[in-house]
Structure formats: C-alpha cells, structure tokens
C-alpha cells in the first residue's frame, strides 16, 4: 500500500506540478456540462476543471469564469474551439483577464494564435492526434498535450486511446501529456501513468456526477447505458467530412442521418458548399446536446458519451469519484506488486 502510493506519486509528479493540483486528473470540456458548479467542484476536490469555452458567446464564458473564480481558488482551464465563431474573441478575453490555462480543441491550432498564447504568462495544453502533430505542436509552443482516443465521448478522432498512448507516450518527452478516452477507473488510470502518462482526462463519469448540472434524465440514461450502446456517428458521402461523435443511438442519431442526406443532395445540386454543410452538421451537434443535456429530451437530443459509459453505473459526488479513482490506482499497483512478488 505505501508503496503503491509512492509509486503514484511518483508517476503523476509532473502532471501534479504542471498544473497545480494534487490530483492530475482533469475533468474533460464538456459543452453546456463544464460550467461554473461542476468545474468548482472538481478542482475544489483537488483535480482539475475544464470550462466548456468553445460555444459560449463571449459575455457568457467571461461570466462563466468569473462565477468560477468566485467558488473555487485551484487552478482550472478554459477550453476552447479553434474553428468556433467565437474563437478569437474568446481567446482574447481569456488572455486580458490573464486566465493561467488555456486549452485548444477542435482540430490544429492556427499558429499566430499559439504565438498570442505564448506572449502571456498562461500555459496551453493543446490535442494531438497523432506523433507527427504531437511534435509539431510542442515545437510551436504547447505546454502539454492531451491525447483523447476514440473511446471517448463527442467528437472523436479515429485512432484509440490505446495505440495513441503506445505511440505517443515514448515519444514526446519534453511536456507532460494527458491520456483521455474510455478511461473511467483508478485501474486504467494507473495503466495509462505507468506507460508515461502525466494524468487522465475524464469526460463521461463527470457528466453524470452529482454535481453536472445535466437533466436527470440524461443521467439516468446514461447510467443505464451499455459500452457498446456509445457509437460513433456514420459517414455517406466522402464529398461531405463528418467528423464522427461518439454518442448513444436515440431518435437524435436518426434526425442527424436524415440532416446529412438531405444535405449531401443539397450539394449535388450546387445549392449549399461542403464547407455549408459540415457547418450545418456541426450546428446540429450544439443544439442536439442542449436538448438532452438541458431540457432532458433524451429521444431527439444528442446523448454523447464515450466508451466509458459502461464503466459508469451511478450518480456520486466529484470528490467521491476522485477518492475512488486513486483508492484503484492505488490497489491496481498493489496488485500488481503482489502478483511480481508472488513469483
Ligand atoms: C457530453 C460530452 C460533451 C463534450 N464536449 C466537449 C467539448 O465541448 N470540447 C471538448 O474539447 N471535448 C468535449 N468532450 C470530450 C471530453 O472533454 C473528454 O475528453 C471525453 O469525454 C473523454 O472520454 P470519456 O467520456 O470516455 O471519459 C465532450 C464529451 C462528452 C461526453
């Protein structure tokens, strides 16, 4: 047991040290989830909170911030969306108000708006699908990176969390990297740490923590749910780019199929661009989450949850969750320490 607690120590110092925190386990962006309560609370448990910045008008993530900084006094970040409208006035107001973490989501940061990162004394953890962009964004300046596989909930890139993890993790070195995707449990945590992974992200067990302020319905469902019931959303027409988004099969996935074929006509006959629909496709994901995650419409809202899901079988408190997690980190590496002593 002490030793197995060394053992974490050890593993997540520089996780726990880049981002201030005892625990370096961050509580992934979730759009109209990560707000003010749930962000305060987990890093009031000693983890970190992520806003969900990408969608929010200016005043709104501004406001949002603020109620935050109101509830909590430990380090959490402010997510953003590089191709959201929003985008640079976000960035801007986070930098003026001189926030100390900015994350990036949504696909490659454009470079002048690391370099703006980069003049403040904030840190920028950044997501890398791949070696070659892992490199890519440490050289211009991320702070550290997430890799998030395709386990995960929401929008999704196509490698898993795993293979992501065996090639990135021997590799990047010089900042500390976050595992994210599937990973619901101290157990898979304590894998991930000992592949070289700096901290987890979790998405999914927050959402439906008692403090999300998800409708009731959209964690009761999500509880209910299977893994397998977390699939990732369907392609038809190469012409059309659909980045996938991994959410439970509802009335929602249906209305989304419909929205994509009904556009992929549209393009035939010249009436909308590609660049129109795939913005059309993304509209549907903002409203489609609000339905379910707001108003508890879980038959036509978009249920995103990742992989995980079926690691997730109740509704506790952050801090609980927490507890959990390292309590099975801790009996994971136990275990593990038994079974090679054994021999
Ligand atoms: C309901 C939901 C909404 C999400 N919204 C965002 C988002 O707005 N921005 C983002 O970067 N990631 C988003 N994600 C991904 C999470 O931040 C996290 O990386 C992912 O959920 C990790 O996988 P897990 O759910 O298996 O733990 C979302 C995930 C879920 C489940």
Not at 62 to 73: G, H, Q, W
Not at 108 to 118: E, G, I, S, W, Y
Not at 141 to 170: F, K, M, N, W, Y
């Amino acid at each position: 047991m002490e030793k197995s607690k060394a053992l974490l120590d050890t593993l997540w110092k520089r996780g726990r040290e880049f981002l201030g925190v005892e625990y370096p386990i961050l509580g992934g962006a979730m759009s109209w989830i990560s707000e003010a309560k749930l962000v305060s609370a987990i890093s009031n448990a000693g983890a970190f909170g992520v806003i969900a910045g990408g969608n929010m008008p200016p005043e709104k993530l501004l406001d949002e911030v603020k109620k935050t900084y109101s509830l909590t006094d430990k380090p959490f970040g402010v997510n953003l969306i590089t191709i959201a409208p929003n985008f640079r006035k976000n960035l801007d107001n986070m930098l003026k108000i001189e926030h100390p973490y900015i994350v990036f989501a949504g696909g490659l940061p454009p470079r002048d708006a690391v370099t703006q990162v980069k003049q403040t004394h904030s840190k920028l953890i950044c997501f890398a699908p791949n070696v070659s962009i892992a490199e890519m964004l440490v050289h211009i300046g991320a702070d550290a990176l997430v890799i998030e596989g395709s386990e995960a909930g929401g929008h999704i890139g196509p490698v898993s969390t795993s293979v992501l993890a065996e090639q990135i993790l021997p590799t990047i070195r010089k900042v500390p990297v976050f595992a994210a995707g599937g990973i619901a449990t101290g157990r898979l945590m304590m894998h991930f740490l000992m592949m070289g992974a700096s901290g987890v992200q979790l998405g999914t067990r927050f959402a439906v923590s008692e403090e999300s302020i998800a409708h009731p319905n959209f964690k009761d469902i999500l509880i209910k749910a299977k893994a397998k019931d977390a699939v990732p959303t369907a392609q038809f027409d190469p012409r059309l780019p659909v980045i996938p988004v991994r959410a439970l099969i509802n009335g929602s996935t249906r209305d989304f199929n419909t929205l994509q074929l009904g556009l992929i006509q549209q393009m035939e006959r010249s009436v909308i661009s590609a660049r129109e629909a795939a913005e059309e496709l993304e509209k549907f994901w903002i409203g489609g989450l609000r339905k379910a995650v707001i108003d508890g419409d879980v038959e036509r809202g978009s249920l995103m949850a990742g992989q995980s899901v079926g690691l997730v079988d109740k509704i506790e408190p952050v801090a609980d969750i927490i507890a959990s997690m390292i309590a099975d980190a801790i009996d994971e590496a136990d275990k593990i320490m038994e079974t090679t002593c054994a021999d």
